[in-house]
DNA sequence: TGTATTTGTTAGACATGCTTAACAGATGTT
DNA sequence: AACATCTGTTAAGCATGTCTAACAAATACA
């Protein structure tokens, strides 16, 4: 670990919590044309006034704005960051479903707790994989196919980095 | 998002501060033979209080033990910890650098935010997908090679969904 | 109109994890 | 032996995000 790589995790410009009370405004603005605190709170399953908190926060970073009946609305930076989530969430999803074959609800849980820490680079790399590994094309269907078939084996595969990996998992080692 | 998935973000055993208390320690225990709190705080870059501090959670829950010099050991639980974050951590590496070809320094950086976070199962299941992407077999050295030279580009796949999601990055939609 | 409910805000509390400052005890140096 | 340094702990402070309780203002209903 170089210096203080491990620091960044709070550094993060938005916390896991900010981040899902502007995932739950878009969703309740896309299911109901509006949002209200009240609204967040009940989606969240958290108090009204936490979302109160949070919200101000959320409008003086410049992510949100409040019209004159205290419903919100957001900011081209606010849904740019949407955006940005909403696009690695699915990406991740579909990875964690499509090519690591995780049931769905595990899925989500997973990609849950970790869209909003990756990097767009990141989002848009698992993109590129995926828009290859979903194709139709030979190298991709012929790959998909034997992937279904395999199970991996310490000593199936020469290559010995991921060897030592299974020695982890065995806990042969260290 | 189901019910509160997402709150269970910070419901983890560990944090992610925790784990890596217990990973500096581990790294000093192979590099040196012993840990004391000092050593942890110069190696995290964080003040010997909160070293002390979160050490003595650590005791108290049962990963760490402190012998009469006030050098720290593994327990047995702590141990099996370690060697799983480790072997996820390198299996996400493994992955951000062998198949999504992300430079060295970013693949280790957007591991770290992510290792602790992830289900044994999820670890499991990238383990066996890379064994397989890095293996020998014909279906994936020519997936390997085709995917090299592909390059996503919206209306170059027929999977919609992945189509949806460019639409996201590019902006277009909501 | 008067009362009840809904909604948002504020205050006080608690837990996290970090900081600095002060201090105690051990170890090192001269 | 005396002073300096290193190490660990404790206390007080700050920021996070959550909670409950109290209150204010708006809305709904009788």
Sequence with gaps: MTKA????FDEVELTHS??????AMHELLKRNGYVRGVDISKHLKISRS????????????GYIQEDENKFYHFTPKGQELINNVLS???????????????????A?????KVEHL?????????MN????????RKEANEFRYALKRFIYECGSVDACEICEIECYFAGKEQ
Tied chains: 1, 2.
């Design 88 to 106: 690695k969430r699915r990406i991740i999803r579909l990875f964690f479903e499509k090519v690591l074959d995780i049931p769905e609800d595990m």
């Design 18 to 23: 900010s981040v899902h009370h502007l995932m």
């Design 118 to 126: 990756l990097e767009e680079e990141t989002g848009q790399r698992i």
């Design 129 to 136: 994989f995926i828009g290859f590994f979903l194709s139709e």
């Design 5 to 8: 790589t491990w620091k960044k």
């Design 50 to 61: 936490s979302v109160s908190i949070t919200i101000h926060k959320l409008i003086k970073k």
């Design 108 to 112: 989500e849980y997973e990609a849950c």
